[in-house]
Nanobody, 125 residues
Framework: QVQLVESGGGLVQAGGSLRLSCAASGRTLSAYTMGWFCQAPGKEREFVAAIGWNEISTYYADSVKGRFTISRDGAKNTVYLQMSSLKPEDTAVYYC??????????????????WGQGTQVTVSS
C-alpha cells in the first residue's frame, strides 16, 4: 500500500517562500505522474501542479505559473513543491497524490489516489 506524507508547510508573510515535500513509501512511484492539489476552507480540492514520470513534463495551474516549481527525486521517492512570491490567496492545505489513471488530464483530482494527510500553508498579508 502506498503512503504519502506531506511536510514543509507553515506560516509565512506575503512574498515569502516555502518548500513542500511529499515522501512516498510502500512502492516506487517513479513511473507515475505525481500532483499537488490544495484545498481552502469551504472550497473543493483544486489542482496546483503535476510532474510526469520522466521528471521533465510539468504542469501548473495558471494561478501559480511563474511562482511555484514542482520537482521530484526518484532516488528518494519524493516530490517537492517550491513556492515563491506567496500570496494570501495561496493559503490552504496542500496535498500530494499519485495519478493512477492514465491520460493527459493531470488537473483532474478524480484520477489521483493515495492522498497524504496534507500540510497547512498560511500566508499572512
Amino acid at each position: 500500500q502506498v503512503q504519502l506524507v506531506e511536510s514543509g508547510g507553515g506560516l509565512v508573510q506575503a512574498g515569502g517562500s516555502l518548500r513542500l515535500s511529499c515522501a512516498a513509501s510502500g512502492r516506487t512511484l517513479s513511473a507515475y505522474t505525481m500532483g499537488w492539489f490544495c484545498q481552502a476552507p469551504g472550497k473543493e480540492r483544486e489542482f496546483v501542479a503535476a510532474i510526469g514520470w520522466n521528471e521533465i513534463s510539468t504542469y501548473y495551474a495558471d494561478s501559480v505559473k511563474g511562482r511555484f516549481t514542482i520537482s521530484r527525486d526518484g532516488a528518494k521517492n519524493t516530490v517537492y513543491l517550491q513556492m515563491s512570491s506567496l500570496k494570501p490567496e495561496d493559503t490552504a492545505v496542500y496535498y500530494c497524490g499519485v495519478k493512477v489513471i492514465g491520460g493527459t488530464d493531470y488537473w483532474d483530482r478524480s484520477k489521483y489516489a493515495f492522498w497524504g494527510q496534507g500540510t497547512q500553508v498560511t500566508v499572512s498579508s
